[in-house]
């Protein structure tokens, strides 16, 4: 079985109607309820913002395998120190999967020790293409996936060269962007997905939901051995630990 926990604000949905009316329950209740219909050895735990100790205290932690993260407008009121012992968690071995506007947050920043800016606008149709077809992320994945409406995200974007890129999105007004980047990091390994604004009911696309429960299984690392990619296939390879 794979621990997952699913962290988010949970701040929109309890304050902007247009939210609650797409994710009434939240982003990380319906991530939860979308991930557990798909892949029966997830055992999903789904923490706010508000719950007590920002829904992470060190036993959450210490009982996560993969830790999956959606945050935007309240990236300041993580506390300095939860994100270090996030970071400490992923050195050793916890998967990380920073979703949407999370590329702000801090967990990844400390993880990427870079700025994450990029250019972003309004919503805009999306074609989210697949470039690395035979990276397990990838697995069952068409070509390209249509995203009706989305935040537009757009290059350039300030995170170091991912050690993967799986998802590139194209945008209808001609911005390009990396939208899905794997790192590693010591053990852990770090997967950002762009898609998923909370105004656009993206997380109900069966695709979206699939690409997620995929980089779960690849940010998994039980053994929490050193690894990288392959240059070919995208299957983690083992290096010697020193």
Known sequence: MIRVTIWNEYRHEKEMPEVAAIYPEGIHNELKKALSKENDDFVIRAVAMDDPECGLPQSVLEDTDVLIWWGHAHHG??????????????????????????????????????????????????????????????KGVPAYIEIPAEEMYGEPFGIPEPNRLVFIGWFAGGEVFRSGCCFLREAGRIFYFQPGHE?????????????????????????????????????????EKK
């Open 77 to 138: 009121d993580v506390p300095d120190a939860l994100a270090e012992k996030i970071a400490d968690r992923v050195r050793k071995g916890m998967g990380f999967i920073a979703l949407h506007s999370s590329h702000l947050s801090k967990p990844f920043l400390k993880l990427m020790g870079t700025s994450g800016r990029l250019n972003w606008r309004d919503a805009d149709r999306e074609r989210l293409w697949t470039v690395a077809p035979g990276h397990p992320i990838a």
């Open 199 to 239: 105004t656009n009911p993206t997380y109900k696309i069966p695709e979206i939901i699939k690409i997620i429960g995929n980089a779960v299984r690849w940010a998994y690392n039980p053994s929490a051995d050193y690894s990288t990619d392959c240059t070919d296939c995208g299957h983690p390879a083992p290096l």
